[in-house]
């Protein structure tokens, strides 16, 4: 038996998106409500079909591209002489006040510069050595929830906390796992800080002392006073040699040879990647976790295949490749609920999408929320069916972008994959949840966000019952 898979409904009987104040304000509303419902409406309004690109009013210009070459032409175009950038973004100028020019925050020659010192710490090979911290993070919450099974529990924040121990294990060393959560908390003050500024009908400049900016600007300190600890005392063990290998101490290590980036500089990356890593990963479990929930015969094949796989023994990185199954699971959360759910730029000069003309100044939205569950591209568009990812099934590259394409590509996705197929390897064999007794819908904060929470009562894993 299978449940269908909660989404948003499109508003049944909108008419088209049209231009305007008028326009702006209803859409606006409708945005607000739920982000994922009114792009799910711009796909389909007066199309019998999905349609290629929409345009909707949102105070200025905006473009749903909903096409998966189009998507794929727009964010792999050249920066030099090329059509798109994250520059006059409200989202990007929002995190600048907490990123300043950090890799996600950074566009053109900076970005390109930073990119090229980060990315090797992120290459797939620099994963394998990292493998054993991700298992031994998910063996202890395993270990916890022993005592648990018949509990019901909050299932989004135990993957919070999951993550930020995978986290940690992955960039900065399982020893300072404590100051990592520390993070974890105050980044959910500051994602509300940051709804709050993209929620106002228009930006207030940072510098004028607007209560929502004052507190913003805190909170933001905060964080970085957080960093600037967990880096401080990375490089005094590096100094006396008792560093753990992850990504930090490698970085460090660059750094102190190199001089590249400078203290200010580095502590805006470290903060990137623990902002861009963290409710990422934490959301891509708790969906996985529910679509198991509530797709038993999935979870059994799961089960079997890591009995089959592992027997008694934990996962190491070989496996991640050999657990197929598993990485569909994977792959089709991400699929249904890719938790980031918007990618946006601005047209740099007018371009042609489809019979569509943007012009100059406009935002494109190109949504991997609505583009995963086109009927071009899925036999089963809205249902979870992981054999979407069986070997020789094929589809148009960027019809699948869960972590997004081209320069600003995600930079942690190997780490993401691996970490999410590891963590269920060594959960899902003696685990399961059963099916939320509360509808969930996905609605969005900063990622795409179960509504209202995702309470799942623990029970053992299919094979064992
Ligand atoms: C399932 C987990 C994850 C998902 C779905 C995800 C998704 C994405 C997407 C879609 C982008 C592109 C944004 C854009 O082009 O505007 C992105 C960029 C980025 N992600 Fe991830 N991400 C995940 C995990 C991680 C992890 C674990 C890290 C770091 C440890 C990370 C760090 C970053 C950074 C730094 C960028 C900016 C890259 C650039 O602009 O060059 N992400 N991510």
Same mark, same amino acid.
């Given at each position: $038996?299978?449940?269908?898979v909660a ?6 009987g909108?008419p088209p998106?049209s231009?305007?104040l008028?326009?702006?304000l209803?859409?606006?509303e409708?945005?607000?409500a739920?982000?994922l ?7 389909q309004?007066?199309e ?9 009013d ?9 096409d ?5 032409r727009?964010l /792999? ?6 059509s ?14 907490l ?12 970005h390109?510069?930073q990119r090229?010192?980060?990315q090797?710490?992120?290459?797939p ?11 031994? +993070?998910a063996?202890?919450t ?7 099974v018949?509990a ?6 135990e ?8 986290l ?6 399982g ?6 959560h520390e993070f974890g908390a105050l980044?959910e003050e ?7 500024? $993209?929620?106002?009908p228009f930006?207030?400049p ?15 300190a905060r ?11 990375r490089?005094?063990?590096?100094e006396a040699a ?7 101490t ?9 001089g590249?980036?400078?203290?200010r500089?580095?502590q805006?990356?470290i903060t990137t990647l623990?902002?861009?890593g963290?409710?990422s /990963? ?7 976790w529910?679509?198991l929930?509530?797709h038993?015969? +999935?979870?059994?094949r799961?089960a079997?295949e890591?009995?089959e796989?592992l027997?008694?023994?934990p996962? +190491?990185f070989a496996d991640?490749?050999?657990l197929r199954?598993t990485r ?14 918007v990618?946006?730029r ?7 999408v489809g ?5 100059r100044g406009?935002?494109i939205a190109?949504s991997p929320y609505?583009?995963?569950r086109?009927?071009a591209h899925w ?12 070997e020789?099934?094929?589809r148009p ?5 869960p972590?997004?394409?081209?320069r600003h590509?995600?930079?942690g996705?190997h780490?993401? $994959?691996?970490?999410a197929?590891?963590a269920?390897?060594t959960?899902a064999g003696?685990y399961?949840f059963?099916?939320p /007794? ?8 900063a990622? /795409?966000?179960?509504?209202?929470g995702?309470?799942?009562r ?6 064992r019952?």
């Amino acid at each position: $038996m299978s449940h269908p898979v909660a989404s948003p409904s499109a508003a049944a009987g909108q008419p088209p998106a049209s231009r305007g104040l008028r326009a702006s304000l209803r859409n606006v509303e409708e945005f607000k409500a739920n982000p994922l419902a009114f792009y799910m409406r711009l796909t389909q309004d007066g199309e019998p079909g999905y349609r290629q690109v929409a345009f909707f009013d949102l105070f200025g210009p905006n473009y749903l591209v909903n096409d998966a070459d189009e998507a794929g032409r727009i964010l /792999t175009s050249a920066i030099d002489g090329g059509s798109y950038t994250k520059d006059g973004l409200r989202f990007f100028e929002v995190m600048r006040r907490l990123l300043r020019r950090g890799l996600f925050t950074a566009e053109g020659d900076d970005h390109l510069q930073q990119r090229r010192i980060l990315q090797p710490s992120f290459q797939p090979k620099a994963m394998e050595e990292l493998a054993e911290g991700i298992v031994r +993070a998910a063996a202890e919450t395993g270990a916890r929830w022993s005592s648990q099974v018949g509990a019901t529990l909050d299932v989004e924040g135990e993957m919070r906390n999951l993550a930020l121990d995978l986290l940690a294990e992955l960039l900065i060393g399982g020893d300072l796992r404590d100051d990592v959560h520390e993070f974890g908390a105050l980044n959910e003050e500051m994602e509300d800080r940051l709804i709050e500024a $993209m929620g106002s009908p228009f930006l207030i400049p940072a510098w004028i002392p607007t209560r929502g900016n004052r507190r913003f600007a805190e909170a933001a300190a905060r964080i970085r006073a957080v960093v600037a600890r967990l880096i401080a005392r990375r490089r005094a063990g590096l100094e006396a040699a008792r560093a753990p290998d992850v990504v930090l101490t490698r970085l460090l290590a660059d750094e102190l040879r190199t001089g590249a980036m400078g203290e200010r500089q580095f502590q805006d990356e470290i903060t990137t990647l623990l902002v861009g890593g963290y409710k990422s /990963t934490a959301l891509a479990l708790t969906w996985t976790w529910y679509l198991l929930a509530t797709h038993p015969d +999935a979870s059994r094949r799961l089960a079997a295949e890591i009995s089959e796989q592992l027997g008694q023994r934990p996962p +190491a990185f070989a496996d991640v490749r050999r657990l197929r199954y598993t990485r569909r699971v994977v792959q089709e959360a991400l699929r249904l609920y890719p938790p980031v759910w918007v990618v946006n730029r601005v047209a740099v000069r007018p371009d042609q999408v489809g019979d569509v003309t943007i012009p100059r100044g406009a935002i494109i939205a190109i949504s991997p929320y609505t583009l995963h569950r086109h009927p071009a591209h899925w036999s089963r568009p809205h249902d979870f069916h992981p054999d979407h990812f069986a070997e020789g099934v094929t589809r148009p590259a960027h019809a699948y972008l869960p972590f997004g394409a081209g320069r600003h590509k995600c930079i942690g996705n190997h780490y993401a $994959m691996a970490a999410a197929v590891l963590a269920l390897a060594t959960l899902a064999g003696r685990y399961a949840f059963e099916p939320p /007794t509360h509808p969930v819908v996905a609605n969005t904060r900063a990622f /795409t966000t179960p509504d209202p929470g995702m309470r799942m009562r623990l029970t053992t894993a299919p094979t064992r019952i």
